[in-house]
């Protein structure tokens, strides 16, 4: 039976480097998506300039047209007094709320008094650190992508307690955002130096793939960014999820397919996914190991796996 979904669907960023006519095309077709939330912005390299904040703000209020809430993301890594500059001008946009994804961003906006969503890279662990973000603006904060399911419920039981109410999200769907760097590892991999790049990660938009000698994709390179090989997809937790608290599941866009992880997530929230269903939306191997505690490569509901009940 159908039911009210009480999980809320938001569109990550897109992590990976694409052209203007395919952020234009995919966020064409996202305005007809059931997805709630939709975060837009470059959050990974500086460099990747083909679309400005003009531009970013352009496509928003298109989505807001079609009934989305519209956030702006931040840059993870600021390297320079141009990105600060840039960042400035993001934090002032007046329109749209902004996702907060390094101190400086953090900083601006509170001292603005700015609302702003807290982004996984903050790294927000404990109810003391979630409270001093809430009396600073904050309206909604993502856990970290390690952070397991049980630890989450904890987490959540103890705002609950403290009476923190800024609704929770997880990243339920895409490659996993891990680490950071000053270099770029995809202008290495070209032999390219990282300020004469010629924009190579262009020719990756699901990023490069780094493997192990017996093949397996242990990585997956995106300019400066470091993701997991594996494409975490927590479907079939869209109910646990709902049930502990959490109150948004992200989708990190992909290049293909991205219509329909939407509909399997739209369909698990709403207690429409029904078993057997292929875990394999696109072509990639799923993990979901940190959710469930394990490493987080592992893939818990793959065959033999059984996930542990809830705590």
């Given at each position: ?62 989505l ?7 956030v702006l ?19 002032d ?31 927000l ?46 990243f ?64 079939h ?72 009940p809830?705590?």
């Amino acid at each position: 039976m159908s039911t009210t979904p009480t999980l809320q669907l938001s569109l990550g960023p897109v992590l990976f480097y694409w052209t203007r006519e395919h952020y234009a095309d995919f966020y064409r077709e996202a305005a007809d998506w059931p997805v709630d939330i939709v975060h837009l912005g470059e959050s990974v390299c500086s460099r990747r300039r083909d679309m400005k904040l003009d531009d970013w703000l352009g496509l928003g209020r298109e989505l807001a047209q079609s009934g989305k809430q519209v956030v702006l993301a931040s840059q993870t890594l600021i390297e320079s007094e141009a990105d600060l500059r840039d960042l400035r001008r993001l934090c002032d946009n007046g329109e749209f709320l902004v996702e907060a994804n390094d101190q400086s961003a953090l900083h601006r906006l509170s001292a603005a008094s700015q609302p702003f969503v807290a982004g996984a890279s903050l790294n927000l662990y404990n109810p003391a650190t979630l409270a001093v973000l809430a009396r600073a603006g904050m309206q909604r904060w993502q856990a970290p992508v390690e952070m397991s399911r049980d630890d989450l419920a904890r987490l959540l039981a103890d705002c609950r307690e403290q009476g923190l109410e800024a609704p929770c999200e997880v990243f339920a769907y895409g490659h996993l955002p891990l680490a950071w760097s000053s270099r770029c590892f995809t202008a290495r991999r070209y032999q390219k130096p990282k300020d004469r790049c010629q924009f190579v990660c262009q020719k990756h938009p699901e990023g490069l793939a780094l493997r192990t000698q017996e093949a397996a994709q242990v990585f997956t390179l995106n300019g400066i960014q470091t993701l997991s090989g594996a494409c975490q997809d927590l479907r079939h937790e869209a109910p646990a999820m709902a049930e502990m608290g959490v109150g948004v599941a992200r989708l990190s866009p992909r290049p293909e397919g991205m219509a329909e992880v939407v509909a399997a997530f739209d369909a698990a929230r709403r207690g429409e996914l029904h078993a057997p269903d292929p875990l394999s939306l696109v072509d990639a191997e799923i993990c979901d190991g940190y959710w469930h505690g394990r490493p987080g490569m592992d893939h818990i509901r793959a065959e033999g796996l059984n996930p542990a009940p809830l705590c």
